[in-house]
């Protein structure tokens, strides 16, 4: 098992920044992704291979990982971003999620 | 448009099985490995199953392992998950989602519902 902690829940000011950890023992050593997913909506990639951007997704979006932290960076809030957002990464053949955090924007 | 549409989600007892169908459309279905995720109602996403593009290496969280089957078939486009002995705690919205070939899940259908439940 591979355990990831995210903080349950992150507000940020509209138009300010929003930083949501993913805590993992030595997680910069392995490749994390993020997803986004609205209430009653399908998660959606948001961030891959720790800092890429998918077609269609703002440049607001960014993400970083080194150490034992990988971060996802919300320049730039807007309302819409308000969601879960969940880091992932592949230990060994298998996938774990982290615990997802609430991101409010104020 | 690349389509993923599961469906087979029911009411189940515990104790019983459920198979679950994902059809594929808009993308070359056999290029890709395959997952199918899972969220509990309230709860976070948990990764179920994972099987390669031509089926021959599959992998399953511990939790169901033994209980639950992935398989595909390439000529129909299709990703199937069999589930045996459901437990209450198998009740969840299950996705099939297409894996990118660097890790992440970057197609997820909407998800069909399973409640196991007496």
């Known amino acids: 098992s591979y355990d990831l902690t995210q903080p349950f829940s992150v507000s940020v000011a509209l138009g300010q920044a929003a930083t949501v950890t993913c805590g993992g023992d030595n997680i910069g050593r392995k490749i994390v992704h993020w997803y986004q997913q609205k209430p009653g909506q399908v998660p959606v990639l948001v961030i891959y291979?720790?800092?890429k951007r998918p077609s269609g997704i703002p440049e607001r979006f960014s993400g970083s990982n080194s150490g034992n932290r990988a971060t996802l960076t919300i320049s730039r809030a807007q309302a819409g971003d308000e969601a879960d957002y969940y880091c992932h990464v592949w230990d060994n053949r298998s996938a774990f999620f982290g615990t997802g955090t609430k991101v409010t924007v104020l | 448009e690349v389509q993923l549409v599961e469906s087979g989600g029911n009411l189940v007892q515990p104790g019983g099985s459920l198979s679950l169908s994902c059809a594929v459309s808009?993308?070359?279905?056999?290029?890709?490995?395959m997952s199918w995720v899972r969220q509990a109602p309230g709860k976070g996403l948990e990764w179920v199953a994972t099987?390669?593009?031509?089926?021959?290496?599959?992998h399953y969280v511990d939790s169901v392992k033994g209980r639950f089957t992935v398989s595909r078939d390439n000529a129909k486009n299709s990703l199937y998950l069999q589930m045996s002995s459901l437990r209450a705690e198998d009740t969840a919205v299950y996705y099939c989602a297409r894996d990118h070939k660097e890790g992440p899940w970057d197609v997820w259908g909407q998800g069909t519902t399973v409640i196991v439940s007496s």
């Open positions: 099987i390669k593009e031509d089926g021959s290496e599959e």
């Open positions: 808009g993308l070359p279905f056999s290029n890709f490995w």
């Open positions: 291979g720790d800092y």
